[in-house]
């Protein structure tokens, strides 16, 4: 199902830009390699994240949309995971290997928890967005795109906040 709605691309959009402006920087992407070494994961991510005017522009499948939601979910749930526990010990080697940009690259390190919880904020408002489209537009006795899609109920445990559930509507 191709979907053409504004207040949808307008959350992909600022999406994208969080993620782009105060996520993916120069300082924090390579404490992020291992995650996005998931070739599935990262195409994902990218086509969400950095093709984001595109889909406002062109509509976009909601099937994709939804693997996209389930990406940047899983991504957030590794950074939390694998890399805020030990951010310190990682900011201590990077910083020695580098003393420009000292300031920045520390504003990046201390910032990046609080940047994924406005990520994780944003990523629930999209989902809740899609599935109420999804809903909205299924026609009677049909079932869904997201009950169609495998892992889309694991996106709450991913981000740790409250989601609509898909049957629930």
Same mark, same amino acid.
């Given at each position: !199902?191709? =979907?053409? &709605?504004?207040? *949808?691309?307008? #959350? *992909? =959009?600022? #999406?994208?830009? %969080? +993620?782009?402006?105060? *996520?993916?920087?120069?300082?924090?992407? $390579?404490?992020?390699?291992? *995650?996005?070494? &998931?070739?599935d994961l990262g195409r994902h991510i990218v086509n969400l994240t950095e093709h984001s005017e595109d889909f406002v522009l062109q509509g976009f499948h909601l099937d994709d949309l939804y693997f996209g939601i389930i990406s940047l979910s899983k991504f957030i749930y590794m950074a939390r995971r694998d890399i805020l526990p030990n951010i310190h010990t990682l900011t201590e080697e990077s910083v020695r290997s580098a003393k420009d940009d000292r300031v920045y690259r520390n504003m990046a390190f201390n910032n990046?928890? $609080?940047?994924?919880? =406005?990520?994780?904020? !944003?990523? =629930?408002?999209? +989902?809740?967005?899609?599935? /109420? +489209?999804?809903? /909205? %537009?299924?026609?009677r006795n049909k079932r869904c795109i997201a009950e169609r899609i495998e892992g889309l109920s694991e996106v709450e445990k991913f981000l740790g906040k409250p989601v609509l559930k898909i049957n629930s509507l």
């Amino acid at each position: !199902m191709l =979907v053409e &709605d504004r207040a *949808i691309g307008e #959350i *992909i =959009v600022r #999406i994208g830009q %969080h +993620y782009n402006e105060n *996520i993916a920087t120069r300082f924090l992407r $390579p404490l992020f390699a291992q *995650i996005l070494s &998931d070739i599935d994961l990262g195409r994902h991510i990218v086509n969400l994240t950095e093709h984001s005017e595109d889909f406002v522009l062109q509509g976009f499948h909601l099937d994709d949309l939804y693997f996209g939601i389930i990406s940047l979910s899983k991504f957030i749930y590794m950074a939390r995971r694998d890399i805020l526990p030990n951010i310190h010990t990682l900011t201590e080697e990077s910083v020695r290997s580098a003393k420009d940009d000292r300031v920045y690259r520390n504003m990046a390190f201390n910032n990046l928890e $609080p940047n994924l919880n =406005v990520l994780t904020d !944003m990523l =629930v408002e999209l +989902y809740n967005a899609a599935l /109420k +489209y999804d809903k /909205k %537009h299924t026609m009677r006795n049909k079932r869904c795109i997201a009950e169609r899609i495998e892992g889309l109920s694991e996106v709450e445990k991913f981000l740790g906040k409250p989601v609509l559930k898909i049957n629930s509507l």
